[in-house]
């Protein structure tokens, strides 16, 4: 139901961005959250947006670098991320919440994409 594209191998420093595309018909009244899962580590929220756009959040370490934005007329859900670390390297996935608030944790979450990987090297 959802599907993650966009990432890819870029330097530190550098910029990406995600998509998520959504063929869920009634995705564009759920809250959107992007997640990471790093290789040895648990899977961790990143950024999550409301139904409309009206309300976001983001974890502190990305807060200032990354973006997350939704196009509710195309059903597409974006994060863009900028100053990227190594440490950002990661499995990246796409989650709709259970309800249209924004989600921040993924017991939030009922539906999910796979992941697109994202690597960024020093």
């Known amino acids: 139901q959802l599907q993650a594209s966009g990432g890819g191998l870029v330097q530190s420093g550098g910029s990406l961005r995600l998509s998520c595309a959504s063929s869920r018909r009634t995705a564009s009244n759920n809250g959107m959250g992007w997640f990471r899962r790093a290789p040895g580590k648990e899977r961790e929220f990143v950024a999550g947006?409301?139904?409309?756009?009206?309300?976001?959040m983001y974890s502190d370490s990305v807060k200032g670098r990354f973006t997350i934005s939704r196009d509710r007329a195309k059903n597409m859900v974006y994060l863009q991320m900028s100053s990227l670390k190594p440490e950002d390297t990661a499995v990246y996935y796409c989650?709709?919440?259970?309800?249209?608030?924004?989600?921040?944790?993924?017991?939030?979450?009922?539906?999910w994409g796979q992941g697109t990987q994202v690597t960024v090297s020093s």
């Open positions: 947006i409301s139904w409309n756009g009206g309300s976001t």
């Open positions: 989650a709709g919440s259970r309800t249209s608030y924004r989600p921040s944790n993924y017991s939030q979450c009922n539906y």
